[in-house]
């Protein structure tokens, strides 16, 4: 069993549209976060959840949304995508704090043409 | 705020070298520090992590030692193998807001056989 999985692992979509990426974890961690990897292999944290409660909402623009229907999921919807927002998305999750170290998904590559 | 800088790569040796990827700190308090690694087309894994200072971490033959006194991390293997291509990416965890990692810009290493 994969312990956390994101789906899809490929994205492809126009200008303009709505997408959403989805994440779950099977560890029975507490926390999950996004990350945004750029084509110069570079991490930023966009969110994390902590118990189905928002913890970290870094500077991202608005058009994304996270959602965490329970504390082994989390999604990311992004509306209106646009060029820049071309990256892979990882989703990772922790025990209760970060300083245990992360599990991180596979990742998203998302395409915006 | 917490940052970490990574020597830049890409660092490429011949298989059975030494390798050191040198990283440094900036951090209030007594950051946890880890090394993660990134093979093509995944997600990353943690590969080593040090708690406190004079803390050794090693896995897999790699080793690093947190020092306080020269805010490093430095990743070190004695001899390389092909297999250890990849990216890695030396990281913190602050012991104030402990939920958020703070990741380096990543070396990429190469080793040809």
């Known amino acids: 069993d994969t312990a956390v999985s994101q789906t899809p692992k490929y994205l492809v979509t126009q200008m303009g549209n709505d997408k959403s990426i989805k994440c779950e974890q099977n560890l029975g961690h507490d926390t999950m976060y996004w990350y945004k990897q750029d084509s110069k292999k570079f991490l930023k944290i966009m969110f994390s959840y902590n118990n189905k409660e928002l913890i970290i909402n870094e500077t991202v623009p608005n058009r994304f949304s996270p959602k965490s229907p329970d504390k082994a999921h989390l999604n990311l919807h992004i509306n209106s995508l646009e060029l820049g927002d071309s990256a892979v998305y990882f989703c990772?999750?922790?025990?209760?704090?970060?300083?245990?170290?992360?599990?991180f998904g596979s990742g998203t590559r998302l395409t915006v043409v | 705020g917490d940052s970490v800088t990574q020597m830049e790569g890409p660092v490429t040796l011949s298989e059975e070298a030494f390798l050191t990827i040198n990283c440094t700190y900036t951090a209030t308090g007594y950051p946890s520090l880890f090394w993660y690694v990134q093979y093509p087309g995944e997600g990353l894994q943690l590969l080593l992590k040090?708690?406190?200072?004079?803390d050794k971490g090693s896995n897999k033959g790699f080793e690093a030692t947190y020092r306080k006194e020269t805010t490093s991390f430095h990743l070190e293997k004695g001899s390389v193998q092909v297999s250890d291509s990849a990216v890695y990416f030396c990281?913190?965890?602050?012991?104030?807001?402990?939920?958020?990692?703070?990741f380096g810009a990543g070396t990429r290493l190469f080793v040809k056989a």
């Open positions: 990772a999750s922790s025990p209760d704090r970060a300083d245990y170290g992360y599990t």
């Open positions: 040090a708690t406190k200072a004079d």
């Open positions: 990281a913190l965890s602050g012991n104030t807001g402990g939920f958020k990692t703070i």
